[in-house]
């Protein structure tokens, strides 16, 4: 009858362990480490297999320190987890090459542990869940074969009994689930995490600051990753435009933002409320629905201009919630003329005549002129873009195209020759509704820039780069795809409940069931609400379940029907008695007879790994 060596099993198990808490981390280690785990990896089986182990253990201890003393001098403030992480990874590998006692085994599971912790320091995505279950069941498993291997390292079971164990070990994960579901929900929170200055500061992808050259964005449009996501009601799409920093000064050849002295500004329209999850970023202005007046959550700055200045830069995602008015226009009542009609020294003589023969009767007039000659004359590109020592000039008379940066530097220079003040807004324009979440999709490569200008005592927001032009992009790439919406759904849910479930969740769902108990009403609660409590209910009834059948195979389900008989008949089966113990002590002679020749055949199937003689059973145990 074939048997399994569960040492040899728990070898496998061990070398699946490590290998998972290697690929949690294997994107942010440098190649040398990589190699040489993956080495030791290799040489770790060849040693197994061939059960001789050349280095000894003095050895590979005085390598281990020496590694740890390394470590200790290259860790750095800026991202003290990647050291740690290269020189557990190595730790690991040493293990994984020494022959392999229940010491060893318990230290390669603690720094797979360890390893996937330091993951989720350095990117706690989706993929986290799928190495943490792993983990979790994999070590489960090994700690219940180790037992056994400590009791007798060449003990050996039969292939049945064996899969019996391992599927009878998973159950014991399978039951903690709904417990770990439940602490979860219930662990105290704090607005203030204790491990945030461990994490890594991985560099933002958004180019916005408060300096911005032209052709600076072009970078960004090219970009396919998400910028970040607002959870809010679908609006009509000319209205989205995502406000980010306000530029006022221009040297000719880049903006950037200088104080100036506006007076008060008075919103009127439509408000409102979005929660905004902001993907890492190189700067401290934050993004919001064009007109925000108020942001939460978060502290910074409020400007005259509604840009808004978080106080520190965050190399982390984000969380907050903005107040926004939906209008195309901001009543102001005075505003820092000299820095809004500021043209640069030395501007071109060619770009000032421009200027002056767009002028019309009026200022709107004026606008209208300007408008007029752009859309006609210039067309959007995101290639070759001019980079000569005046790229105004050589937007405007010599190549004739450019991002969204040159239009509205045009106008707004423009704008200025002819006395209307005005300025530069960059941020994000347009983004892709997801039905299922309920909730708008911002990708980098809507990246925009656009123009306010100060007309009749109101900053108008004047959009001259050519429609359409950001649409054609990610919606290609993302709305059309099905798989790719699915998985974008479950990212965001994942990010939304899981990795920024904080302490106003906990507020609000503690209000909820409070409001249930008082007045039941289950329509208002929300689906992602009910839905952990229903899969932790189907849990527990899968566990019951699992109980009261014990795994049964066919075999089993026989044995019990035979024991529930002869329990009926005034015999029980003490769990210390062996069946054939059992029977001995029956007076009946008849039905001592009858049952040990079920024993006999019984136990023929079981432990011989015979072939399951059911009539025979069923023949004995109707006789009985």
């Avoid at 105290?188 to 933002?204: A, C, H, M």
């Avoid at 505003?335 to 009767?361: C, E, F, H, V, W």
């Avoid at 609000?508 to 929300?526: A, H, R, S, Y």
Wanted: charge should be positive; charged fraction near 25%.
């Amino acid at each position: 009858m074939e048997k399994i060596k569960v040492k040899t099993a728990l070898l496998l198990l061990s070398y699946l362990v490590s290998l998972t808490g290697f690929l949690s981390i294997f994107r942010f280690i440098d190649p040398v480490f990589l190699l040489s785990f993956l080495l030791m990896v290799i040489l770790g089986i060849y040693f197994d297999l061939k059960k001789k182990y050349p280095l000894p253990r003095y050895i590979l201890n005085l390598i281990s320190l020496l590694v740890v003393i390394f470590m200790f001098f290259s860790v750095n403030l800026s991202d003290p987890v990647t050291p740690v992480a290269q020189t557990l990874l190595i730790l690991l590998g040493i293990k994984l090459i020494e022959n392999k006692k229940f010491r060893d085994f318990m230290q390669i599971y603690t720094i797979s542990v360890f390893l996937l912790a330091g993951s989720a320091l350095m990117s706690l995505d989706m993929i986290f869940l799928l190495f943490f279950t792993a983990l979790y069941f994999l070590i489960v498993l090994s700690m219940i074969l180790l037992t056994f291997v400590t009791q007798d390292e060449n003990i050996t079971f039969p292939v049945k009994v064996f899969l019996k164990i391992i599927f009878r070990s998973i159950l014991i994960p399978l039951i903690s689930i709904p417990v770990t579901v439940l602490i979860f929900l219930i662990l105290p929170r704090t607005e203030y995490p204790v491990f945030n200055f461990l994490i890594k500061q991985s560099s933002g992808k958004s180019g916005f600051s408060d300096i911005v050259q032209l052709g600076d964005v072009s970078s960004i449009q090219e970009d396919d990753s998400v910028a970040f996501r607002v959870v809010m009601d679908k609006i009509d799409e000319s209205q989205l435009y995502w406000r980010g920093a306000t530029l006022n000064y221009f040297d000719g050849r880049s903006w950037l933002r200088i104080s100036a002295n506006d007076g008060r500004s008075y919103l009127n329209g439509r408000r409102i409320v979005q929660e905004i999850i902001l993907e890492p970023q190189e700067n401290r202005y934050l993004f919001s629905l064009d007109k925000p007046f108020k942001f939460h959550g978060i502290p910074g700055k409020m400007e005259s201009d509604l840009s808004f200045s978080a106080k520190k830069i965050s190399f982390t995602r984000i969380k907050y919630r903005v107040s926004s008015v939906l209008t195309e226009s901001v009543e102001t009542d005075s505003i820092d003329r000299q820095i809004y009609l500021q043209i640069p020294k030395g501007l071109s003589r060619d770009i000032i005549d421009l200027g002056y023969n767009l002028k019309g009767s009026t200022q709107v007039k004026t606008l209208e002129n300007i408008l007029r000659f752009i859309e006609k004359n210039y067309r959007f590109s995101l290639k070759d873009l001019p980079d000569s020592k005046d790229p105004l000039w050589e937007f405007l008379f010599d190549k004739k195209y450019g991002n969204c940066e040159y239009f509205a530097s045009s106008v707004a220079v423009l704008l200025r020759i002819n006395g209307i003040p005005s300025r530069l807004v960059v941020g994000y324009k347009g983004g892709f509704y997801n039905d299922i979440g309920k909730y708008y999709i911002v990708p980098q490569k809507f990246a925009h820039t656009w123009v306010e200008a100060y007309i009749n005592g109101r900053w108008l927001r004047i959009d001259p780069t050519p429609v359409g032009t950001y649409r054609n992009y990610f919606s290609n790439n993302f709305s059309d795809n099905a798989v790719k919406r699915f998985i974008e759904t479950l990212h965001f849910l994942w990010i939304n409940f899981i990795v920024n479930f904080d302490i106003q969740k906990q507020v609000g769902i503690i209000n909820k069931i409070k409001g249930i108990v008082e007045k039941p009403d289950f329509t208002g609660l929300g689906w992602y609400f009910i839905l952990p409590f229903i899969i932790i209910l189907l849990l527990l009834l899968v566990y019951l379940s699992l109980k009261n059948y014990h795994f049964l195979n066919e075999e089993d389900r026989i044995l019990r029907y035979f024991l529930n008989k002869m329990e009926k008949k005034g015999y029980r089966k003490y769990s210390y008695e062996g069946l054939e113990e059992f029977v001995s002590r029956i007076d009946d002679p008849d039905l001592r007879e009858k049952a040990f020749k079920f024993v006999k055949l019984f136990e023929e199937c079981y432990y011989k790994d015979k072939n399951l003689d059911k009539k025979a059973l069923k023949d004995i145990l109707s006789s009985i």
